[in-house]
DNA sequence: ATATTTACGGGACATTTGTCCCATAAGATG
DNA sequence: CATCTTATGGGACAAATGTCCCGTAAATAT
């Protein structure tokens, strides 16, 4: 069977329009999310995104998995290969942390926005929790204990938004990220 | 001279209007702050929330201002009497923590929401640094190296954060933060 | 007592919002 | 070819929004 060329171009578009949103919302926050506005920054028309995406919120929590969902990959992969070429845990998180505020800046405001948002928002909770998950998972390959290497990542969470505010260019957020690593890893040595 | 009682009575329906928005914050979002849904959450009339606050911006950041002040108020107050009565930090912070996500919700989540906010409205950076100074001030009596000290404030957010999402009702979050101290005080003992 | 200042309610305005409807082009299917 | 199906654009609609204006009551000042 042939893939439906129509299908196929409407799924990728669907992708620009969410690509679209999570810009926004690292540029402006949540609240400008609206249709109008994700049609233009994808440069598609209005009509476009109610047409694949019934309601704002289905819009919403779509851009959330498609944001969470690179960095998900991004860290599965990271840990799938220190655990396999045994590196330095400490350095892997260091270096995705300065990451998360460089390259990664605007998924990774996008993402910190919309956990927020899920404490009010209950169906945006099942997403945030993976992507902690796979933080965690990272974490826990130099953290035996799997409730530290949790709290761990929620502590870097906080390091993230420091750096942010203090408009970190990811020097600082290193040496917080790898110094409290080794607080919790010093009985490993 | 006497106190012109109309405008006491203006600074009054001022703060109330104030801890209306704070509420809302706390509740639905910054998104929610409209002149309209504050004016209902106080109980006045829309005109006069624009009276108070000539733009929706003034009415947000003197928002933040109000929410900050009472978390840094009673921060302040912890620390004078934590370094008079040589009380040990952890438990203060512990318990702080716990009333953060408890007692505080409402004012803590608001917080958080502006700190958010704050990454891209410059505006709003003082208090949120503010904020995070008060926190720091309590925790350096406890960790001697203040960049420490700060590192663990910005950590301490993050497992707030991670407490609001999980619905931690403020145990686990005491043994995270009590446990977070003792890491980097270790080398006090 | 009269005038002035302050606080506030009611209402209006243009703009923006979410959402829906219809026409149409492009591709798939018979 | 004819016939669906899918994806979009253009446009419309009511509702909500920020903001402004006017009238008025209450407190103060002269």
């Given at each position: 069977m042939v893939i439906d060329g129509r299908l196929a171009r409407g799924q990728a578009r669907r992708q620009e329009i969410l690509r679209g949103a999570i810009t926004l919302i690292a540029h402006?926050?949540?609240?400008?999310?609206t249709h109008r506005a994700v049609a233009e920054a994808a440069g598609v028309s209005a009509a476009s995104t109610t047409y694949h995406f019934e309601t704002l919120d289905d819009l919403l929590i779509a851009a959330f998995y498609e944001a969470t969902g690179q960095l998900r990959a991004e860290l599965a992969e990271l840990t799938e290969r220190a655990s396999r070429e045994g590196a330095d845990v400490t350095e892997v998180c260091g270096d995705y942390a300065v990451t998360m505020v460089t390259d990664r800046r605007e998924a990774t405001l996008a993402c910190m926005e919309l956990a927020l948002a899920a404490v009010r928002r209950p169906g945006l909770v099942p997403a945030t929790a993976a992507l902690f998950e796979r933080l965690t998972d990272l974490i826990a390959l130099y953290v035996d204990d799997r409730r530290d290497a949790a709290t761990i990542a929620a502590a870097i969470q906080g390091l993230l938004l420091m750096a942010f505010l203090e408009r970190d260019d990811g020097v600082r957020l290193r040496a917080s990220v790898v110094d409290l690593l080794h607080r919790y890893g010093m009985h490993n040595h």
């Open positions: 402006q926050g949540v609240s400008a999310v």
